[in-house]
């Protein structure tokens, strides 16, 4: 199994070595046993985060729910801080209530370490959130990184400074000193095979003390010794520190910093300044592509070797799935774009890029790799924000971008936040704005999955209304099914088919393969097998399935397979419904829709049940039930959802006993979700 599986926190895995900062580390590690809130603070530029999730993982197996990294330093709209917080903590909430009260409310049953990194961006919706936290979840630890304290009561502070520079005699012994540590771990990281004689190690003592022990400027300059030996590179940095002191009677740390990294500006090439200056209009993480797409033109070819290059000076840092920029860095790349004259080019490439990759997304979505679209549109969320956020909402920008991200706010789970940015920019739009009606479904889409019936239903009666008006009959079938999906809801099953049935003649007049049309199919089957039709609903599955192995889908196949085990179930077909299920299960597992998991877990333990199997029955329960509670799930609650279940916990504990029952239950919910999903297949 996985060192840090994705159910029990995020922290990154270090990719260079952790360099000094002991005792800091076991400050932390012994404040977190102290007090509820700890908030390291700090200059920019001392290694503040590294210290956080060094003692996060020291300390990790204390917390049962997991140890969570948020990442602050690209996000603007303090709005949004709750849904990001919930976002990475893989929580999911249908209801329509605050964001922050879900939250706090999901939280107060959890034990975890919540890691707020670079919260002074964001300090007023810091503060305000993180009052709730502790006031409310008494089972959580916060540790909050920041160049200021939050302010809060109760709150203890660990002030991290740059390290002692070497003294003048100490060249000699750099296990005595940090700062010369950092300096030579990564000069031979940069410089392979480097070799420094007594000279060698004497200038870099001198670098280190000039730099004041800042870590992150240590680290640059050690980046740049492959363009000069050590002791040219201490004369040239010390020369430039004359300068600077003649001018100012005291140069601050800050300054110091500032000046160590103009100067690693001027020491590299010209096409590493300039994607240095264009990369900083990323917020957050980005992509080879995205550096590609937005950066690169005739005057900066070759962007994927310069990504490189700056990996190797440390001003990028490599994370999951690409790079991204430190504060410090990416803010004097944003004063370099201005003074360039580009800030407002790369905005609309930004722009541009972010619109194209959700169209790219909706797209594709109906095909073999909704896997890694998945993971690009959860790990592309900071910057989408920046776009929806910096476009006007009711401009045709927005509405485009807002309605295209269907996916990441229905498919993927992030209701609240597709609701706000979605209702933001229906209200501004203009009524003539051609993808408008794509909007009002999507809203709709969403509105329903949070429970809002009769709000979904009203957006997609409008949306149908419009799309007809306009002769728009792609978005006419969604907002079709919608309304086939409020009826099956709603409970007027005999509205359900023939609602499905416009939807499928809407697609054909539109001449378009979307991933609607499997699920109205799989809407219809779900319909008839509340009605008792269980036949009908397998031939209905059938041609559904069709529809999704000629695409490679899988999301859509998935439900349909659920469905399809309540369908063959209802026939007696154990085996069948069995296998239906666990295809079922395996395929939600792989995309990380929680939801799917647990409703295939709970249909299992019904055919358990059913089998006269209480042993696997109870287990089963039991990691459902951890799994509905673990991602803030709510069990469906219509009677048509809930009775197996309810029958099967009967059945399980005539067979088992009440004692038993309990027993075996707990083993179940005791089971880590990869175990219980293992055990649930075999």
Known sequence: ??????????????????????????????????????????????????????????????????????????????????????????FRDDSTRSQTDVLVEFLARKRLLLLLDTCERLLPACRLLVTRILAEAPGVRIVATSRQPLGLTGEALLSVEPFRPPDPEGAGHP????????????????????????????????????????????????????????????????????????????????????????????????????????????????????????????????????????????????????????????????????RLGEADLLAERHRRYYLDLARRADADWYGPDQERWARRLNSAITNLRVVLDSCAPGGPFST???????????????????????????????????????????????????????????????????????????????????????????????????????????????????????????????????????AKAITTLEEAQDLCESRGERWARATGDYVLSIAQLGLGRLEEAEQAARCSLAAKWRLRDTTGVALALDQLAVIAAVRGDGYRTARLQGSGMRLWAAFGLRGFGSESMSEPRTVAERTARQLLGDETYDAVFAEGHDDDPDSAVAYALD
Not at 64 to 82: C, K, T
Not at 194 to 216: F, N, T, V
Request: negative net charge.
């Open 1 to 90: 199994m996985e060192r840090n599986p994705w159910w029990r926190g995020n922290l990154p895995p270090e990719t260079s070595s952790f360099v000094g900062r002991e005792a800091e580390v076991r400050e932390l590690v012994k404040l977190l046993d102290e007090a509820p809130l700890t908030t390291v603070i700090g200059p920019e530029g001392v290694g503040k985060s590294r210290i956080a999730v060094k003692a996060a993982e020291e300390c990790r197996d204390a917390y049962l729910d997991g140890v969570w990294l948020v990442e602050l330093s690209g996000e603007r709209n303090g709005d949004l801080l709750a849904h990001t917080v919930a976002a990475v903590l893989g």
């Open 175 to 338: 296990e005595r000193n940090d700062a010369l540590r950092l300096f030579l771990d990564r000069a031979r990281a940069a410089v392979p095979g480097l070799r420094l004689d007594d000279e060698g190690m004497r200038a870099a003592a001198r670098i280190c003390r000039r730099l004041d022990g800042i870590p992150l400027a240590v680290e640059l300059a050690a980046g740049q010794l492959g363009a000069m030996p050590p002791e040219r590179f201490a004369e040239r940095l010390e020369s430039r520190f004359a300068a600077l002191s003649a001018n100012r009677a005291l140069v601050s740390q800050h300054q110091t910093l500032r000046t160590a990294v103009g100067w690693t500006h001027e020491l590299c090439a010209p096409a590493e300044r300039l994607l240095w200056a264009r990369a900083s209009v990323f917020a957050g993480g980005f992509d080879t592509e995205a550096a590609v797409q937005v950066c690169g033109d005739e005057q900066l070819p070759g962007v994927p070797d310069l990504l490189a290059a700056l990996v190797d000076k440390s001003l990028l840092i490599r994370v999951p799935g690409g790079y991204r920029q430190l504060d410090t860095i990416r803010e004097y790349g944003r004063e370099q774009l201005v």
């Open 400 to 534: 485009e971008l807002a309605g295209a991200l269907w996916i990441l706010w229905f498919c993927l789970g992030r209701l609240r936040e597709g609701r706000y940015y979605m209702k933001r920019t229906i209200e501004a739009a203009s009524p003539a704005d051609p993808g408008l009606p794509k909007l009002l479904w999507a809203d709709g889409c969403v509105a329903m999955a949070q429970g809002d019936l009769e709000s979904g239903r009203r957006r997609a009666e409008t949306a149908l209304a419009t799309a007809l008006r306009w002769g728009d009959y792609e978005a006419a079938g969604h907002a079709q099914l919608r309304l086939a999906v409020r009826a099956l809801c709603a409970g007027a099953l005999e509205e359900v088919e023939p609602a499905v049935r416009r939807v499928r003649e809407y697609f054909r007049r539109a001449q378009t393969m979307t991933v609607s049309e499997p699920l109205a199919l799989v809407t219809a089957a779900m319909a008839a097998t509340w009605r008792g039709d269980f």
